[in-house]
């Protein structure tokens, strides 16, 4: 009867552990992210280490075609960390030879994906389409926190049309309100959003910026970039919907600056990458 009851015991307190869990999320340009990256242990060691403190990442400029680089990042995740991860990624994406994939990289103990698509912006071979890598839009379930569905749209915008780029999620917003009928959604990735490539000549005519239901978490002073000659926020999360906007974890919006964590030369870390992460994390039910 005794043990009967601690295990009861420990069942509640397992289930109430699992519904007080936020949520962290992450967006992270790996530049050139591949075989070469994983080959190197020092590197793929501090990746492994940043990547298993999120709940989710998206992994942006993939060059892994074969997946081998991406199974032996999750599979030496898996070993350090305590917890489950899997992962979803897409198609190279890209107008020329040149392609990249969008990687997501989740805790399946804390959420599932309840679906995916790609955005359809246009005819590539004609010339007419929007993105040079277009959203690969996921929807997850996430039963420990206060919003229990969202939906993950991610962009690593081209340089040269950034800002065209920016201001087109708006109709991805639109596609995504209409086909899954919620607008809870967190635009996230390398928008290129900032310095030469977007201009503050440009941000009135981004239809996104002005949205009402969106929130622009990651500010225009925020630097985003390794380099120190540079000072630009190119990465940026956008929040939009009422539930999932009251869910963000107030102050929570930030930039991951590994450098300074891992205590490494500018030139060790502009190994790992030209982009720090930019985290987001979401209240506990």
């Not at 999750?74 to 890209?94: A, C, E, K, M, W």
Request: charged fraction near 20%; include cysteine.
């Amino acid at each position: 009867m005794v043990a009967s009851k601690l295990v009861l015991l420990l069942l509640v307190a397992a289930l109430l552990l699992h519904v007080a869990t936020t949520l962290k999320i992450s967006a992270f340009n790996i530049k050139a992210f591949g075989d070469s990256k994983m080959s190197n242990h020092t590197i793929a060691d501090i990746i492994v280490s940043i990547l298993s403190g999120y709940d989710i990442t998206l992994v942006q400029e993939v060059r892994d075609a074969d997946l081998s680089a991406v199974k032996k990042l999750v599979d030496q995740l898996n070993r350090v960390s305590t917890h489950p991860y899997s992962f979803l990624d897409s198609i190279p994406l890209g107008r020329t030879s040149y392609k990249e994939q969008y990687l997501f990289i989740y805790r399946s103990d804390m959420v599932s994906v309840m679906g995916s698509y790609y955005y359809d912006d246009g005819c590539e071979s004609c010339g007419t389409d929007t993105f040079s890598r277009e959203p690969f839009i996921v929807k997850f379930s996430s039963p420990t926190t206060q919003v229990e569905e969202f939906v993950m749209v991610p962009l690593h915008a081209e340089p040269s049309s950034a800002a065209h780029e920016i201001d087109a999620l708006y109709d991805v917003y639109t596609d995504v309100v209409n086909k899954w009928a919620t607008n809870n959604i967190l635009l996230l990735g390398d928008f290129n959003a900032d310095c030469s490539y977007v201009t503050s000549a440009q941000w009135p005519s981004i239809r996104l910026r002005s949205l009402n239901a969106c929130e622009w978490l990651i500010p225009d002073s925020a630097d985003t970039t390794v380099a120190d000659t540079t000072d630009c926020a190119y990465d940026r999360i956008v929040a939009c919907g009422t539930a999932l906007r009251r869910d963000i974890e107030p102050g929570s919006a930030m930039v991951n600056n590994f450098q300074k964590t891992f205590h490494l030369q500018s030139k060790d870390a502009l190994a790992v990458s030209d982009h720090f992460p930019v985290e987001v994390t979401l209240k506990a039910r």
